[in-house]
């Protein structure tokens, strides 16, 4: 059986640094910080108050009041991100082959925040004896998918990946591999995430997961810095338009980029630590470039996990030597973690999106707030250190791993 082909038609983003995918991808170029002190809670009991929040964030700019009260956060999200993809793509959705066409769109955790307010509420008695009626739909992570679903009419393949950080990873190769297998042309695929709140920030902080670097908060994601100490919650959303390469073609589409491989492995090792020599970071990575049916040396750019973990940096950076041997000394990484937090659920999709731009403007984004060299990560690696780099990237790979050992790794060609 022949593949078929699979293009990125759009592209649609809310982030900590943009409330669209064109601000977002000019901030991450120029390595502007969206770390700040958080505004969501009171945090004068948590070892954290700082993060990577949405700015300014007003649902009913985007949706009518009664719309905001039956909708989670990362929901409202999922729709933002969905719209500006379907937008950006251009398709003539009256024309569209709709039982083709389909959505999958990850979270990590979901409606966190709906889940702590209700339960909050039950305890101290403003609910007894009943919960709203849109507390599950509103919690559960493959709601998102279905509101996407809903307002765009669309009937093909529907549901939620979740893999922890790794879940919007796993979306875009699930929906890669639906439509070169024929099942589909058009999807909408992604993630979103809203957990910057009390138990959200509180759990990873009982996991010491998060920076508690309060007093030089706004450089505290500091992937492969030997200062490191945690990452960064961020929060928000990324779409992506995957499309059959013809179907996209005989509309006379825009496409950014071809998505040309997909990995996935796991680690077996730990809840949540990595292989400490990258082991299943390096089979991820393998079976990704076997999947692309190119050379280890046509890679140009990797957009690493990088989550500014102790270990998990050190990991990643033996893994990509261990694959890539000398040619590891040729590439471009980074860790754009560093200027977004870490959007957990949402952070494969976002992260892809900047692999996708890397091949279109020719410019590999940065890795920030580094301060100070890890004599545990190979001194060799181009790490893309403080500002952007100018280089022809042809092809872009994008890592990203999850709590439970999940690793996903995607390829992106540039569009000819």
């Not at 996407?148 to 979306?171: E, F, Q, R």
């Not at 997909?262 to 390096?282: I, N, R, V």
């Not at 040619?327 to 860790?335: E, Q």
């Not at 754009?336 to 984004?365: C, Q, R, W």
């Amino acid at each position: 059986m022949e593949l078929k082909r699979v293009v990125v038609t759009g592209i649609g983003t809310i982030s900590p640094v943009g409330d669209t995918a064109a601000e977002t991808w000019k901030n991450v170029v120029n390595g502007v910080s969206g770390c700040d002190l958080i505004t969501h809670y009171d945090t004068t009991n948590f070892k954290t108050r700082f993060a990577c929040e949405v700015k300014n964030y007003d649902p009913e700019k985007y949706f009518d009041r009664k719309e905001v009260k039956r909708i989670d956060k990362f929901t409202q999200f999922a729709l933002i991100a969905a719209d500006q993809a379907l937008q950006d793509c251009g398709a003539d959705m009256e024309s569209l082959d709709k039982t083709r066409a389909g959505v999958i769109w990850s979270s990590g955790i979901g409606g966190v925040e709906t889940f702590y307010q209700e339960v909050k509420g039950y305890i101290e008695g403003n609910y007894v004896p009943r919960f709203s009626p849109f507390f599950i739909p509103k919690i559960i992570s493959d709601i998102a998918a279905g509101h996407i679903s809903m307002k765009h009419g669309l009937m093909g393949p529907n549901y939620c990946t979740v893999s922890a950080c790794a879940s919007s990873s796993n979306a875009l190769i699930d929906s890669y591999n639906l439509i070169r297998l024929g099942m589909a042309d058009f999807m909408v695929t992604g993630g979103s995430e809203a957990s910057i709140n009390e138990i959200g920030m509180g759990g990873f902080q009982s996991m010491m997961a998060i920076s508690f670097n309060n007093d030089e908060y706004k450089t505290a994601s500091r992937p492969f810095c030997a200062t490191r100490d945690g990452f960064v919650m961020g929060e928000g959303g990324c779409g992506l338009i995957l499309e059959e390469y013809e179907h996209a073609k005989a509309r006379g589409a825009k496409i950014y980029a071809e998505m040309v491989g997909a990995g996935l492995s796991a680690d077996a090792y730990h809840l949540t630590a990595p292989h400490p020599e990258g082991m299943g970071a390096a089979l991820v990575m393998t079976n990704a470039i076997k999947d692309a049916k190119i050379k280890k040396e046509d890679i140009d750019y990797i957009n690493v996990h990088g989550t500014a973990t102790p270990v998990g940096d050190i990991s990643e950076a033996k893994a990509i030597v261990s694959v890539f041997g000398e040619h590891a000394y040729k590439l471009n990484i980074s860790s754009t973690k560093s200027i977004v937090g870490h959007l957990l659920g949402a952070a494969g999709a976002m992260e892809a999106s900047f692999a996708i731009m890397s091949t279109v403007d020719n410019v590999v984004p940065p890795t920030i707030n580094h301060k100070q060299v890890d004599v545990n990560i190979d001194p060799k690696l181009n790490l893309t250190l403080h500002k952007a780099q100018k280089r022809d990237v042809k092809y872009a790979m994008s890592n990203t791993f999850g709590f439970g050992g999940h690793n996903t790794c995607v390829i992106f060609k540039k569009a000819e």
